[in-house]
Nanobody, 121 residues
Framework: QVELVESGGGLVQPGGSLILSCTAS????????MGWYRQAPGKERELVAT???????NYADSVKGRFTISGNNAKNTVYLQMNSLKPEETAVYYC???????????????WGQGTQVTVSS
């Protein structure tokens, strides 16, 4: 079993900041990437940011310069620092991890339950 547990969502005013965190636990041999996606009501889930185990980051154009993804490989944890938040970024934010469970297993994606981020005055 593999579990991703997110924390840090909540209500923030426009222009404010939040930090999300996600920790993977369970039967894990290695983690290729960890990252964040979001889904607003009535919209498809979209990439926010991902990070490889080597530290290479990838961001959606809409968040570049405002969001920063970081991680602690030893703790199987990824963080998302979100600054200058906008009302249209209100969504459920999901943690994603591409995990190998054993040396004989292929990598597969796992998802967290999601954490609500609401940007409103």
């Amino acid at each position: 079993q593999v579990e991703l547990v997110e924390s840090g969502g909540g209500l923030v005013q426009p222009g404010g900041s939040l930090i999300l965190s996600c920790t993977a636990s369970g039967s894990i041999f290695s983690i290729n990437t960890m990252g964040w996606y979001r889904q607003a009501p009535g919209k498809e889930r979209e990439l926010v940011a991902t990070r490889t185990s080597g530290g290479r980051a990838n961001y959606a154009d809409s968040v570049k310069g405002r969001f920063t993804i970081s991680g602690n490989n030893a703790k199987n944890t990824v963080y998302l620092q979100m600054n200058s938040l906008k009302p249209e970024e209100t969504a459920v934010y999901y943690c994603n991890a591409n995990i190998v469970r054993s040396r004989w297993s292929p990598a597969r994606d796992y998802w967290g339950q999601g954490t609500q981020v609401t940007v409103s005055s």
